[in-house]
């Protein structure tokens, strides 16, 4: 269909409905309104945030400050891989960490063949799904999030919001700043898939294991409370 042809069709519409479609199909959509949230399991965001993402069959720790976040990091991965070895990406917050305080061996750069763990910096966590939000581009390749077996994420307190509502509201005020990034993963839980039986599989084509790491001011009995409501 030549341009000519378009305007002429949305002129006839216009003659119609009285107003441009994209203005009615505005008007109607904002007369539905919105939908409700859904309760958070937790009246205390750390804690419903936490509560979600055992949820979403990830695996959970809290820490007060940037070494506590490299010990429990180094911690992790020694148990799982007897390895202080990972990829980071050049994530100015990632590569001001005090990693040899903890003998953790980091690589910033984008995941490659071989290398099971990688370590991301969450921009936002959502308390109402327990995803927790990435850019990616440059600093923060794809890869890091999607393609290793063991994905590790770091989370700030501050960066806990409640809804996807104030979690968009909070990317747009960012991409005013600083322009949009590559693109923006929301992240829930290690990848899965189910076969025709049901029968639930995990990495079947991302990581297999999730750890979401929260760190700042947590309250210290929010962790012991959301494990507490997800039994394993």
């Known amino acids: 269909m030549n341009a000519s042809a378009r305007s002429e069709i949305f002129a006839r519409l216009r003659e119609i409905t009285g107003e441009a479609p994209a203005e009615r199909i ?20 750390c804690q419903a945030f936490l509560t979600n993402v055992l949820k979403n069959k990830g695996t959970v720790d809290c ?29 100015p917050r990632l590569a001001a960490m005090p990693w040899r305080d903890a003998g953790v061996l980091p690589r910033f750069g984008s995941l ?65 700043k600083t322009g949009r990034p590559r693109g923006i993963n929301f992240i829930a839980g290690p990848s899965s898939t189910a076969d025709i039986e049901g029968q639930l599989v995990y990495g079947a084509h991302g990581p297999r294991k999730w750890h979401v790491i929260l760190m700042g001011d947590v309250p210290a009995d929010a962790l012991a409370l959301a494990r507490a409501a997800v039994p394993a």
Request: charge should be negative; glycine fraction near 8%; avoid cysteine.
């Open 26 to 45: 505005q008007r109607e959509r904002q007369a539905l309104g919105s939908a409700p949230v859904p309760a958070p399991p937790a009246a205390e965001l």
């Open 112 to 176: 490659e063949v071989g290398e099971p763990v990688a370590l991301t910096f969450a921009q936002l966590g959502v308390v109402e799904t327990g995803a927790i939000v990435t850019w990616t581009g440059k600093s923060n390749p794809a890869a890091n999030n999607l393609l290793p077996e063991h994905h590790i994420v770091l989370v700030d307190t501050a960066d806990l919001v409640s809804s996807m509502e104030h979690a968009w509201g909070r990317i747009n005020l960012e991409l005013e």
């Open 63 to 91: 820490v007060a400050n940037r070494t506590e976040a490299v010990t429990a990091i180094g911690h992790h991965i020694y148990s799982h891989f007897r390895s202080h070895r990972l990829v980071a990406g050049n994530d």
